[in-house]
């Protein structure tokens, strides 16, 4: 069985940093494409980066967030800096079998639970 399992959110103040953990079991995804995504409350889930053949940022998050990923440890990861109100969401990760994935949710078959992350003063 397949699992994804974030970890890492947090309150944390205007212009600070957090970096979130997306742990994998039940199959290798080296070489596939992950990604990050964040909900918030009355909004549609969000596409921030996705980690394969490429990498991609949403324009939202394009130099303020990095994404990366540790094959031995089948983790994904994202950094996050310089975090503003706005970025106050539930942050999940998501994974494919295919080496190339893009901005949609529907393009992934595996999801984690999320993670609440909270930027306020």
């Known amino acids: 069985q397949v699992q994804l399992v974030e970890s890492g959110g947090g309150l944390v103040q205007p212009g600070g940093s957090l970096i979130l953990s997306c742990a994998a079991s039940g199959r290798t995804f080296s070489g596939s494409a992950m990604a990050w995504f964040r909900q918030a409350p009355g909004k549609e889930r969000e596409f921030l980066a996705v980690i394969g053949v490429i990498t991609v940022y949403a324009d939202s998050v394009k130099g303020r967030f990095t994404i990366s990923r540790d094959n031995a440890k089948n983790t994904l990861y994202l950094q996050m800096n310089s975090l503003k109100p706005e970025d106050t969401a539930v942050y999940y990760c998501?994974?494919?079998?295919?080496?190339?994935?893009?901005?949609?949710?529907?393009?992934?078959?595996?999801w984690g639970q999320g993670t609440q992350v909270t930027v306020s003063s």
């Open positions: 998501a994974a494919t079998g295919r080496v190339l994935a893009g901005s949609r949710p529907v393009e992934y078959d595996y």
